[in-house]
């Protein structure tokens, strides 16, 4: 018998992080949780861990320290607080694999940290890569560490190349579903709600990638994500609207031919496939129906009505600290929109007016992106507060 795989979740009480433990749950012969974190959901972590009784668990927020350390103790595991300590206890030596399913930027300092330590890799934290994209996979190659996808495009894509890596990609083609605004035009959305935003068609996901997935950044974070995953130039990376999240992504190869992976838009099977790889396990998740979908249909996306993507494909090209200066400032105008400072449109409006401030790095090192994100942040917090 093979020995279980030990798992550090980062964000365990997340929607990545829940279904994550789902997936676990339904495979206990296969998987142990060996570490879970969360931010300041202190109650859900220790539920968690009193479910899954993991060697450790942090919590990020250090103000509920004491009441999630009085809850655990008891039972043997060991506590820890602060954004330092989550990026320390990945280098645990009984960890096996650690899924990054922290929101945003957050995830960059303990993904390096994991791959330092020589831990395989299940990335649902995009921002990591769309960050400092060139430095993650020189470690990861430095360190002989896997990065496996779980976004369902980039794990559909991972699919398709299964058996082909000696293949050249002539190109990939990302699917989205276009959100809950697809079709509409900037006089609707001028005064869309974020209660409206946050109603997503197919997905149940987060707060921050639900507003995302409504703006078309989501879809440009994964543009540059694809890049640094699968070696890519910006002119092989193909976004098409896919409105029933059927196709999850598609490859184009030199003879002309496509590959693609189908299912019901349901992010277990990603999951699953990151922390399991190279082998299938057998699920009960529901099974997709080609009579309850007789059509999939297929459109361009929106660039001028939803300009985020756009600007995500210009800072791909651009190349450098654009990239880290399109996630800081997209994090911060998300926040001030799902707090009402900001409407829907003008998010595109503030990251396009950070970028265009925000001092231009070709070659940045780890502390350049820091000091990126840092002033980023900062010139879309000035902007908004001189809008509000």
Not at 39 to 56: K, M, R, S
Not at 194 to 212: C, E, R, V, Y
Not at 239 to 268: C, T, Y
Request: proline share 4%; net charge negative.
């Amino acid at each position: 018998m093979t020995e279980k795989k030990r798992v550090a979740i980062l964000g365990s009480t997340g929607s990545i992080g829940t279904q994550t433990l789902e997936v676990i749950r339904q495979h206990s012969s296969e998987f142990i949780v060996e570490v879970l974190t969360a931010q300041n959901n202190a109650d859900l972590l220790i539920q968690q861990a009193l479910e899954f009784n993991p060697n450790a668990v942090v919590i990020g927020n250090e103000s509920l320290y004491t009441t999630v350390k009085e809850a655990l103790i008891p039972h043997d595991i060991k506590v820890y607080a602060g954004q330092k300590a989550i990026a320390q206890v990945v280098e645990m030596e009984t960890i096996d694999v650690v899924l990054t399913a922290l929101v945003g930027y957050s995830g960059l300092i303990p993904t390096i940290q994991a791959i330092k330590a020589g831990k395989q890799i299940a990335l649902a934290n995009k921002e990591t890569l769309v960050v400092a994209g060139e430095i993650i996979t020189a470690l990861a190659k430095e360190n002989r560490v896997n990065i496996y996808p779980v976004d369902s495009e980039h794990s559909a894509i991972f699919q398709c190349l299964v058996g082909e890596f000696q293949n050249p990609i002539e190109k990939i083609i990302l699917t989205a579903s276009g959100g809950p605004f697809r079709g509409k035009d900037r006089a609707y959305l001028e005064s869309v709600t974020k209660a409206q935003a946050l109603k997503h068609p197919n997905w149940d996901m987060g707060a921050k990638i639900t507003i995302d997935s409504a703006s078309m950044m989501n879809k440009g974070l994964e543009v540059i994500e694809a890049k640094w995953l699968f070696g890519l130039q910006t002119d092989q990376i193909e976004v098409i609207v896919h409105p029933q999240s059927i196709v999850h992504s598609l490859v184009q190869f030199e003879d002309g031919s496509l590959k693609a992976q189908l299912g019901l838009p349901d992010m277990r099977i990603p999951i699953q496939f990151a922390l399991s790889f190279p082998d299938r396990l057998k699920s009960d998740f529901e099974r997709f129906d080609f009579m309850q979908y007789p059509q999939l249909t297929f459109e361009q996306p929106d660039l001028k009505t939803f300009k985020n993507l756009q600007l995500a494909y210009d800072a791909l090209a651009k190349g450098g600290n654009a990239p880290c200066i399109l996630n800081a400032a997209n994090e911060i105008a998300v926040a001030s929109f799902l707090k009402d400072e900001v409407g829907f449109l003008e998010m595109s409006d503030l990251i396009e007016e950070t970028l265009s401030k925000t001092e231009f790095i070709l070659q940045p090192n780890l502390e350049d992106y820091v000091e990126t994100d840092r002033r980023a942040r900062e010139i879309t917090e000035q902007l908004i507060k001189r809008k509000v």
